[in-house]
T-cell receptor
Framework: KNEVEQSPQNLTAQEGEFITINCSYS?????LHWLQQHPGGGIVSLFM???GKKKHGRLIATINIQEKHSSLHITASHPRDSAVYIC???????????FGKGTLLTVNP | DGGITQSPKYLFRKEGQNVTLSCEQN?????MYWYRQDPGQGLRLIYY???????QKGDIAEGYSVSREKKESFPLTVTSAQKNPTAFYLC????????????FGPGTRLTVL
């Protein structure tokens, strides 16, 4: 079974700071997903990565397949970025995802 | 607008009662999923369905049941056999495999009194 570890568990930042959230896993995967969960509970998919790097607005996601590690970066953070960020792993043709416990990000004005 | 809906947002039930949570999608997705979320834990898969009239147990299926009679709908019944049903329940759908983006509903918060 693939083990997924996210760090840090909690992160507090000041508005404008550069944020990095990390995700490490133990077994090779076919895809890694980054998700965002706002306080209301709804979850939005931010990225799906199988290699390299993706960018959307102020969000950047990278993955290193050899090191079994992914990072989610937020540039010029804003209070509206406050949410739980979740890493999820997809393996082969398996329909099931393995979810990390999430990182709670709080951005203060 | 295309999307996935869950109802109700909040649900209260007495212990020992069965309760059914609704999940509907109009994204024309084949795959649908039910997850449970508890504080401090990652999402855990209850059941998933790859296609109409077919579904598979996830990691924590005991005490739950599902049906998939229509492509758009995947209701979850929390039975009285579920020992600790109070939780946040999320439904999701995707085109197919784990490499595909999953689209989540807004969730239902179930409280058993």
């Amino acid at each position: 079974k693939n083990e997924v570890e996210q760090s840090p568990q909690n992160l507090t930042a000041q508005e404008g700071e550069f944020i990095t959230i990390n995700c490490s896993y133990s077994v090779g995967i076919s895809a890694l997903h980054w998700l965002q969960q706002h306080p209301g509970g709804g979850i939005v998919s931010l990225f799906m990565l199988s290699s390299g790097k993706k960018k959307h607005g102020r969000l950047i996601a990278t993955i290193n397949i050899q090191e079994k590690h992914s990072s989610l970066h937020i540039t010029a953070s804003h209070p509206r970025d406050s949410a739980v960020y979740i890493c999820a792993l997809g393996e082969g043709s398996n329909y099931k995802l393995t979810f990390g416990k999430g990182t709670l990000l709080t951005v203060n004005p | 607008d295309g999307g996935i809906t869950q109802s109700p947002k909040y649900l209260f039930r007495k212990e020992g009662q069965n309760v059914t949570l609704s999940c509907e999608q109009n994204l024309n997705h084949d795959a649908m999923y039910w997850y449970r979320q508890d504080p401090g834990q990652g999402l855990r898969l209850i059941y998933y369905s790859q296609i109409v009239n077919d579904f598979q147990k996830g990691d924590i299926a005991e005490g739950y049941s599902v049906s998939r009679e229509k492509k758009e709908s995947f209701p979850l019944t929390v039975t009285s056999a579920q020992k600790n049903p109070t939780a946040f329940y999320l439904c999701a759908s995707s085109i197919g495999r784990a490499t595909d983006t999953q689209y989540f509903g807004p969730g239902t918060r179930l409280t058993v009194l």
